[in-house]
């Protein structure tokens, strides 16, 4: 007789999704001490960044308009990991990254192949979820203190009763610029996308399905060969031409293939929007390749997703509720942390054929997103990160792409280890100095904020180095900056690379035991470096390592004069570098450059200590 495999697991922290949002919430809490369980639905980690849908990170750099914002903290160590092994752009290999990164975290079970179908809380608190691992039939019934939904789809946040919104919110409300007068059920829709090579001799294209039609007229909004009609290059602004040409690439598309239903629930839609969206594609890569010249001739379909990537559904309405005019302002908030930067970017669907894509409303600069974005209205222990956190639609229009999403993942999961630690039982009991050092620690970037660590023995140091080219002196290392900020450079720049290398020393106030140094380097903010099928996102970056990062170099602690301990790092690809050390009493630390990855000097943004 048939017996169901049955499990009850505890944990501190639960996260359910494991898009790039619920892999950083869940690596970022398991290496702060909470043991973590990360649920999810799919063979493989990433969401819309994985294999099955392949769409690239974007981020508040808005695809390197403004580099100084550049992630960083967890989701740019996964992308160093991935240009170490991956410079063909595979996201196969890239799905491994992200499976061995969160394998090798101790305090973290990963439960793939694993959906939550029922949720048990108490008087505002969630207690328990139930799912079920296809592959191995085990029914799993996972308690914690934490829970964190990273589903997309606000799915767990809906299951306890939160209130969740979707469509547009009328302007009144927030008093938002581009909001409709009227609340509306208007939404972004899904996309597959496709991958296609250039043969090098004409290749032949008939549909494999019922492939819908289209006309020159009907896509002349929608670029799909090699140059926009001049009434569209007339009536359009330079920022809608760059959207267009943005969504162009004979290789790789298109994001503009999207379809957001015709229902009041587009989750229920799902499945005929996905049946759709496969008539599309082959409908619009049969236009190209056969009503009329494209400029695709040779071009050979290699790769169409089946799983089609969601920009937005519910929105969890949560202690605050992020809206545009917080974005075209800038607004800093006391407790924030994460920011966004990608503009807001309002898609319209396929079918309304008279219209761009998208409308595309600039944000200067960089906005904060507060924690309290995060904190699911009326629940005491439920984070909420990713497109469903606390947004208006069109605040959400911006702070939904995966780069802003990770960052905020980086934070909920910070969040819950420090309260875990601190045996609290209520979110809101976040020591918000706390949470922001600690992201700042773990290179998450506050824009505006500095590093003020009590604990950070580096602060009362004097430091030197054997040589420094002019604005980049080694006491930026010490400034509280780990990036380029506008004109200020906040690194430390030798002069050159010696045959016996280059040191930076710091001499301490006092005597101490130290048990941690942090090195943050130069990894290049400027260049790229995401996982993307897209040939033009492909040229913004270099092959490999990035040439700035320090590969090779000495760690040495001294006591009056005598060295007393020595780390030797060989072979680093990484911006963060933390070293364990013995807790032998020391005065003096240097770090002797010995080789980069390609770069003629050595190159350090900060460095920490701790006892």
Known sequence: MFEQNVSRENYDFVVVGGGLTGVCAAMAAARNGARVALIHDRPVLGGNASSEI???VCGATANMKKPDLSEGGILHELMLSNKRVNDSYNFSIWDAVLFDAVKKEPNLTVYLNTTMFGVKTEQGTVKEIEAYQMSTERRLFISGRFFADCTGNGTLSAFVGATFRTGSEAKAEFGELHAPTKANNDRMGNTLLFK???RGHPVPFVPPVDAM???EEQLKYRKHSLELPKEILDSTTEEERRMLFDGYAQDYGYWWIEIPGEKENIIEEYEEIRDQLVRAVYGVWDHIKNGGDHGADNFELTWVGMLPGTRESRRIECDYMLCETDLLEGRRFADAVAYGGWHIDNHVGLFKFDQIPSFVYEVPGSYDIPYRSYCVKGFTNLFVGGRC???????????????????????????AALLAAADSNDIRQVKMDQLQETLLKDDCYLPGRLNRDP?????GATVTATSAQNGYEANNVLNGVSRRVGEKSNAWRSLGLSQNGETLTLSLAAPARLKTAQLIFDSNFDLEKKITLSSRRQKQQLVGIPAELVK??????SLDGQVVEKQEIRGNYQRLCRIRLGGVSCDTVTVR???TNGAPEARIFEVRLYE
């Open 54 to 56: 392949r769409m690239h």
């Open 196 to 198: 296609a090579a250039d």
């Open 213 to 215: 039609r289209f006309t």
């Open 389 to 415: 956190m606390g947004a208006s639609k069109l605040a959400m229009a911006s702070a939904r792409v995966m780069g802003t999403c990770a960052i905020g993942g980086q934070a909920i999961g910070t969040a």
């Open 455 to 459: 604990a950070d023995l580096a602060r």
């Open 552 to 557: 090779d170099f000495d760690l040495i602690l």
């Open 593 to 595: 450059v010995l080789a």
